[in-house]
């Protein structure tokens, strides 16, 4: 895939203009663009044959992830603007909170500051918030933890592969996910965001 500068048309997305990609990953990436109709937006695409299992997988828990910001729970999601499955390369138009992924260098380094106790609490309430809305799991690691330097909504989640098993292999290669995860291990138990937490925070 060829890379996009800055200004340019991104295809097949109903002529979004990239302003900046924010990450690259084997299933596909996530831009910051501009909407004709949503304005400032985050785009998720899955350019890749293994995004496009991982989004296939994936639907149920996007759908879910939709409406459930729709009818104004769980804050700490992003909401989910669009989901375009129908397209040869499926993507998501996503609100854009501001920010950036905890991922990026530049968080990394202090640009945005950075309080545990804060993080930590903010992290517990929006699990708990998140499996009180049935999801088995949303996904929480480096690269769909959003900085957004707000202090009264500091950390806003990135919709990729909620619920999917895919998400363990394709997102932050593995890294954030319980190594003991198995095609018998029921996730709503295991809990892999409450994993990812701890794992981010030690």
Not at 57 to 69: D, H, M, Y
Request: one cysteine or more; proline letters at 8%.
């Amino acid at each position: 895939m060829d890379e996009l500068e800055k200004g340019a048309e991104i295809p097949g997305t109903g002529n979004c203009i990239l302003m900046e990609q924010l990450a690259a990953e084997p299933w596909g990436t996530v831009e910051r663009a501009t909407h004709p109709v949503h304005g400032d937006v985050l785009l998720v695409r899955y350019t890749s044959e293994e995004g496009k299992r991982l989004f296939a997988e994936a639907q149920p828990g996007l759908g879910k992830w939709k409406s459930t910001r729709e009818n104004n729970l769980c804050e700490h999601l992003l909401s989910i603007h669009e989901i375009h499955g129908e397209s040869e390369t499926p993507y998501l138009v996503v609100e854009d909170g501001g920010g950036r992924p905890i991922e990026d260098p530049s968080i990394l380094e202090g640009e945005i500051p950075q309080a545990p106790v804060v993080f930590w609490e903010w992290a517990n309430r929006a699990i708990v918030e998140a499996h009180d809305c049935d999801f088995p799991h949303i996904g929480i690691n480096a690269l769909t933890l959003f900085a957004t330097g707000n202090e009264d909504s500091p950390y806003r989640i990135l919709p990729i592969a909620p619920g999917a098993r895919k998400h363990a292999s394709l997102v932050n290669g593995g890294l954030y996910i319980p190594p003991e995860i198995t095609s018998d291990t029921a996730l709503d138990e295991l809990n892999p965001d409450s994993y990812a937490i701890a794992l981010m925070t030690a």
